[in-house]
Nanobody, 123 residues
Framework: QVQLVESGGGLVQAGGSLRLSCAASGRTFSSSAMGWFRQAPGKEREFVAACSWSGAIADYSDSVKGRFTISRDNAKSTVSLQMNSLKPEDTAVYYC????????????????WGQGTQVTVSS
C-alpha cells in the first residue's frame, strides 16, 4: 500500500511563489520516480514535472519550465515542487504521483496518486 499526501497549496497573487510538498509512505519510495500533475477547471489532468529515484534526472512541461523545480528528500520520504513566478494559468489542483520504477514514464499515467491540493493564482 502506497499513500501520498500533498500540502502547501493556497491562494497567491500572480508573480508570487508557493512550495508544495508530498509526504509518501511505503518501503520503496527511495527507489521510485516521483512526479507532479495538475488539473485546471474544465481541463484534463496534465503532466507538470517528474524526477528519477535519486532526483538527478528531471523533466518539466514546457508551460512551467524555468519557473518550477521538483526536488526530493529520500531520507524524509518527501518530494517538493517549488513554484515561482506564478501565473493565473497555473491555477489547478496539483497531484503528487508515484511511479512503479526508478525512472518515470511520460507515455502512461503513474500508478499512485495523492488526493490533490488546490493552488489558486489571482491576477
Amino acid at each position: 500500500q502506497v499513500q501520498l499526501v500533498e500540502s502547501g497549496g493556497g491562494l497567491v497573487q500572480a508573480g508570487g511563489s508557493l512550495r508544495l510538498s508530498c509526504a509518501a509512505s511505503g518501503r520503496t519510495f527511495s527507489s521510485s520516480a516521483m512526479g507532479w500533475f495538475r488539473q485546471a477547471p474544465g481541463k484534463e489532468r496534465e503532466f507538470v514535472a517528474a524526477c528519477s529515484w535519486s532526483g538527478a534526472i528531471a523533466d518539466y512541461s514546457d508551460s512551467v519550465k524555468g519557473r518550477f523545480t521538483i526536488s526530493r528528500d529520500n531520507a524524509k520520504s518527501t518530494v517538493s515542487l517549488q513554484m515561482n513566478s506564478l501565473k493565473p494559468e497555473d491555477t489547478a489542483v496539483y497531484y503528487c504521483a508515484g511511479y512503479s520504477g526508478p525512472f518515470y514514464r511520460l507515455t502512461s499515467p503513474p500508478p499512485y496518486w495523492g488526493q490533490g491540493t488546490q493552488v489558486t493564482v489571482s491576477s
